[in-house]
């Protein structure tokens, strides 16, 4: 009886499964692209479900959030360009196989820096010239961002902490200092009102924008610039796109960078300083961070809030890892994020709220878990036994 | 005063221990599931789903009863969060897909998810009220033991409490002599600290994986229906639950991975997260505004503190477990 069962157990599997590296560029391609798609036609039965409506009205709504007017396509730009800033930032930490899921607090912390050199130095404080002041800016948006980043990396190369719970906790640290900033410069309204604009004197000192000779649209009277006016945010984030591609590709430290996240004892063997890396890779997360908190404060917003950095320190993680860390693929996935985003917000509008903006959210989950399942058929082959062979190993 | 005060830490301390007991067995085997915020906001949003179809739909004023009230929004949460657990097991342990990645998408699909039906729910009572309460089962969850007024401070510290706080402590009990005394306790550490040789022992990583990350997704899960249940007084809020959550996983790392520090550790979490409101609401000193940050930071401060003392000291018992994070392949050995 008990032979028997043994037997039983051992009786050939129907597939097994083997890891290959050989799949061609093209089938890979193909194979994430079915797993949107499908992604998409389960989205859409759900959206049928819930609101009874054609699901391609609803996809055509969801593509004028968009692309309906120059203005909304320009807005999409801009947070296209924020979000791909942040998954930028990332990156080198990601292909170092350091989880830098901290890239939230080093947003909020270069953002932070920004503004405050722009309230101390600016119309409300030292009433420095903007030749002066931006400079300042620039500055210590990347050290706030880059010491944010350091930290745990300090800790990681010399004690071996474990750095995804450490970047993680210092988000919420950094979302608590700006709270607190929040309260001591919002005079009691808990918001802190645009810096150095507003008044007849104002000289917008340390927000970035381009000359008005370049820029029209900008006249330095409005606040809030027209459609094309935060271009320099995109030229900026196009600009390190290309650099961070390059910087990993071409450089030698990106090359050390993707041996310390192969294998650190290969590191170690060869004569790479494995500390050195991991502490000098972080920084540049971090003055990346910093500049999208620059970014974010002195080029769009001009104040800070908890929310300031949108989530974007998680979302970014998504769109590094779904791109495999390729720069130029990032756009294309932070593209896909930052659609659903504003197509959920345009259906919302469209459904009377029978589907809120919140809906972006379990769409954007729903196909990055297809994205994530299909990565193990990328991966992985599925060799199904013969079946002959399991007759024989059953007998 | 100081048992006014216990008593409001504990009511956010159970939440936090849900989610901290239910993380633990989840990293034990291995799973950092960073979905945890997600998790308890799906346990809370599907409890007060099941509620509210059960007060609105299913049952009458005069038909209700105290059983069904309880039981099924507790059924809808366990189920909820059961199916979570199962989507982060089947990308991960199946599918072998990266961790922090899927837990991070888990975590933003749950706080959508729930955002979304708490608004859905409300625009279906037809009230134009801008939320919606589930006082009924709300009412049953929230009932105390006996004598918890005739005690004085005692009975308010000890006893003035649903029956989930005391579930959650059992919990936290069960599940520290769970991993410290029994077999299959010893089996799942060691698919947490080494899957290779816990394989070679006959020991089945994947079910093991399968089982401790979904089990733990249901505790955790509960979390978040004693938020909605105690906390909220049946009143659907989620912009607290997600915070909570991650406070939760630092929770985790406060208590170097052992449920029966849990117990403690979440009080005092909980009494550091109000600490700031309680002080404004008794007058007691006149606190600035701005103080209030200062207080909040504390836990996760803390909790860096803790983690850093760990990995110095480098003593075997308080590291987080080997693999934790780290996919498991057979072949790959």
Redesign the interface.
């Known amino acids: 009886m008990t032979i028997m069962k043994k037997h039983k157990s051992e009786r050939d599997p129907l597939f097994h499964v083997v890891r290959r590296t050989d799949i061609s560029f093209g089938k890979a391609m193909l194979i994430r692209v079915l797993a949107v798609l499908a992604a998409l036609v389960l989205c859409g039965i759900i959206i049928v479900l819930i609101t009874g409506e054609n699901p391609f009205e609803m996809y055509k709504y969801m593509f004028d959030g968009s692309f309906k007017t120059p203005r909304k396509f320009w807005a999409m730009l801009q947070d296209l360009a924020l979000l791909l800033c942040v998954a930028l930032a990332l990156t080198p930490a990601f292909k170092m196989r350091f989880w830098n899921i901290g890239g939230e607090g080093q947003v909020l912390m270069g953002g932070l820096g920004a503004l405050i050199t722009m309230k101390l130095l600016g119309d409300d404080g030292a009433h420095l010239p903007h030749a002066v002041i931006l400079p300042l800016t620039i500055l210590a948006a990347i050290v706030f961002g880059a010491i944010w980043g350091v930290i745990p990396a300090i800790f990681k190369a010399f004690w071996n902490t474990n750095e995804t719970l450490f970047t993680l906790m210092m988000n919420y640290i950094a979302i608590q200092i700006v709270l607190y900033f929040q309260f001591i410069w919002s005079g009691g309204s808990n918001t802190i009102p645009i810096v150095n604009a507003g008044r007849e004197t104002s000289t917008y000192a340390g927000w970035l924008r381009l000359p008005a000779e370049i820029d029209p649209s900008f006249t330095g009277s409005t606040v809030v610039p027209s459609s094309s006016g935060f271009l320099l945010n995109i030229i900026i984030v196009a600009v390190l796109t290309v650099a961070v591609f390059f910087y990993l590709r071409n450089s030698k430290q990106g090359y050390e960078i993707s041996v310390v996240g192969e294998s650190e004892n290969t590191a170690r063997y060869i004569g790479i300083n494995v500390k050195k890396v991991i502490i000098r890779t972080m920084i540049i997360s971090g003055i990346l961070c910093g500049i999208a908190g620059l970014l974010i404060v002195a080029g769009t917003d001009h104040t800070i809030d908890t929310n300031s950095a949108r989530g974007y320190g998680f979302t970014a993680i998504l769109v590094s890892w779904l791109a495999k860390f390729n720069p130029f693929y990032m756009i294309l996935t932070s593209f896909l994020i930052v659609f659903l985003q504003k197509g959920s917000i345009e259906l919302a509008s469209k459904t009377n709220n029978i589907i809120n903006s919140n809906f972006a959210e379990v769409l954007i989950a729903i196909i990055i878990f297809f994205i994530i399942g299909c990565e193990f058929f990328i991966n992985y082959k599925i060799m199904f036994n013969p079946r002959k062979k399991r007759k024989e190993a059953e007998a | 005063m100081f048992a006014t005060f216990f008593h409001r830490a504990v009511l956010t301390a159970i939440s936090l221990l849900f989610g901290c007991t239910g993380e633990i067995i989840t990293e034990k085997s291995g799973n950092?599931n960073?979905g945890v915020p997600g998790v308890m906001c799906v346990g809370g949003i599907s409890g007060f789903t099941g509620a509210f179809l059960y007060e609105f739909f299913w049952s009458t004023p005069e038909t209700a009863n105290w059983f069904l009230a309880i039981m099924i929004p507790l059924i809808f949460c366990l189920l909820g969060s059961l199916i979570m657990g199962l989507?982060y097991s089947f990308?991960t342990t199946t599918?072998?897909?990266?961790q922090?990645?899927?837990g991070?998408?888990?975590?933003?699909?749950g706080?959508?998810?729930s955002?979304?039906l708490g608004?859905?729910l409300v625009?279906q009572t037809n009230s134009g009220g801008a939320f919606v309460s589930i006082s009924l089962s709300s009412k049953y969850y929230m009932a105390t033991l006996p004598f918890a007024n005739d005690l004085g401070w005692f009975g308010e510290m000890f006893l003035s409490y649903g029956f989930l706080a005391y579930v959650a402590i059992i919990i936290a009990v069960i599940a520290a002599i769970f991993l410290k005394r029994t077999r299959t306790g010893l089996n799942l550490r060691a698919v947490g600290e080494n899957p290779a040789t816990a394989d070679a022992n006959g020991i089945n990583v994947i079910k093991y994986k399968y089982f401790a990350t979904c089990i733990g997704c249901m505790i955790s899960g509960l979390g978040g229906l004693f938020y909605v249940m105690n906390k909220a007084s049946g009143v659907w809020s989620s912009d607290n639950l997600e915070?909570l959550g991650?406070l939760a996983?630092?929770l985790v790392?406060f208590t170097v991975w052992k449920p029966n520090l849990a117990i403690p550790g979440a009080i005092i979490f909980g009494g550091l997260s109000i600490l700031s409101y309680h002080i404004s609401a008794n007058n007691a000193i006149s606190l600035p505004?701005?103080a209030?940050?200062?207080l909040?930071?504390t836990p996760?401060?803390v909790?860096?503190v803790v983690?850093?003392f760990n990995?110095?000291r480098k003593k075997r018992e308080s590291q987080?477990p080997e693999a934790?994070?780290l996919a498991y392949?057979r072949?790959?050995r």
């Not at chain 2, 599918?95 to 990266?98: C, E, G, Q, S, V």
């Not at chain 2, 991070?104 to 699909?109: C, D, E, K, P, R």
């Open positions: 950092l960073l989507i990308l599918l072998r897909a990266n922090n990645v899927t991070l998408a888990l975590t933003i699909l706080a959508g998810l955002d979304f608004g859905y625009k915070p991650w996983v630092a790392i505004l701005e209030k940050p200062l909040e930071m996760y401060i909790t860096v983690l850093i990995s110095l987080p934790l994070g392949f072949e790959d």
